[in-house]
């Protein structure tokens, strides 16, 4: 369990220093307002309709699809990145975002992972948040890998 101070210090880093991030989660927030949410330890999650997660600042959003072993491992990861975004301020989205995106949704990068039978998770961005995950939670990703 983290500790109110830790929660408020952690979402004030996050407004300040993780700014873009931050807004560009709360606008998606926003878009998916009607949807599920709830704090995952000093984030808000949201499920949403898409099957991939993403994390953005404070704000973290996991496929409604999901269940709920993959939904917990899911949103600890997403929030490994949310560990990255308070280490990194705003070179989050060039360095950690923007190449995760690209290899999630490139359709050759998606076909070569496939062929070669490569692990999503073996990516830097991914598998960075994974340690961070794994460390600061304590949580255990074995489905991640």
């Known amino acids: 369990m983290i500790s109110v101070f830790r ?3 952690i979402s004030v880093l996050q407004c300040t220093w993780g700014i873009l ?5 709360a606008a998606v927030f926003l878009v998916c307002i009607k949807r599920k949410h709830f ?4 984030s808000v999650a949201t499920e949403w309709g898409r099957g991939e997660s993403l994390s953005l600042g404070l ?7 999901a269940q709920d072993g993959l939904r917990r491992e899911l949103c600890a990861h997403e929030y490994g990145h949310c560990i990255q975004s308070l280490i990194l301020g705003p070179l989050y989205l060039p360095v950690i975002a923007l190449p995760s995106a690209v290899w999630c949704m490139t359709p050759a990068l998606q076909r070569r992972r496939s ?3 490569t692990s999503y998770y073996s990516f830097y961005t991914e598998r960075w948040a994974n340690r961070n995950a794994e460390k600061v939670t304590g949580e255990k990703l074995e489905i991640l890998k």
């Open 7 to 9: 929660r408020v210090i």
């Open 21 to 25: 991030q931050t807004l560009a989660g």
């Open 39 to 42: 704090i995952y330890r000093a």
């Open 59 to 65: 704000f973290i959003f996991v496929s409604e699809r």
């Open 115 to 117: 062929r070669l039978g």
